[in-house]
């Protein structure tokens, strides 16, 4: 079993940045892929970035490609999502989510475990 816990939501301005963080606890954090997901009201979750169990490789969903970066500490157990020049659409609760392999991943379907999620919403 792995615990997910994400932080770091809040209300932005339009252009402004924020990161978010996703702790995780149980197995061994550097044995999971990790992925950041999205979901903006009345819209279906929709895949954001993942990064495989090293770190070495990172895939991001061509919405957010040159704008939000992810990353992980090993050390930290922790995974990152650092998004620059937010938009309005970007408003939605985010969520980390966690699963074994050793690639990275991009479906809903293919993630185990889930964090609670965490609100971002960008002002115009």
């Known amino acids: 079993q792995v615990q997910l816990v994400e932080s770091g939501g809040g209300l932005v301005q339009a252009g402004g940045s924020l990161r978010l963080s996703c702790v995780a606890s149980g197995r061994t954090f550097s044995g999971y892929a990790m992925g950041w997901f999205r979901q903006a009201p009345g819209k279906e979750r929709e895949f954001v970035a993942a990064?495989?169990?090293?770190?070495?490789?990172?895939y991001h969903a061509d919405s957010v490609k040159g704008r939000f970066t992810i990353s992980r500490d090993l050390a930290k157990n922790t995974v990152y999502l650092q998004m620059n020049t937010l938009k309005s659409d970007d408003t939605a609760v985010y969520y980390c989510?966690?699963?074994?392999?050793?690639?990275?991943?991009?479906?809903?379907?293919?993630?185990?475990?889930w964090g609670q999620g965490t609100q971002v919403t960008v002002s115009s």
């Open positions: 990064i495989t169990r090293s770190g070495g490789i990172t």
């Open positions: 989510a966690a699963r074994g392999g050793s690639w990275y991943y991009t479906g809903i379907d293919e993630y185990n475990y």
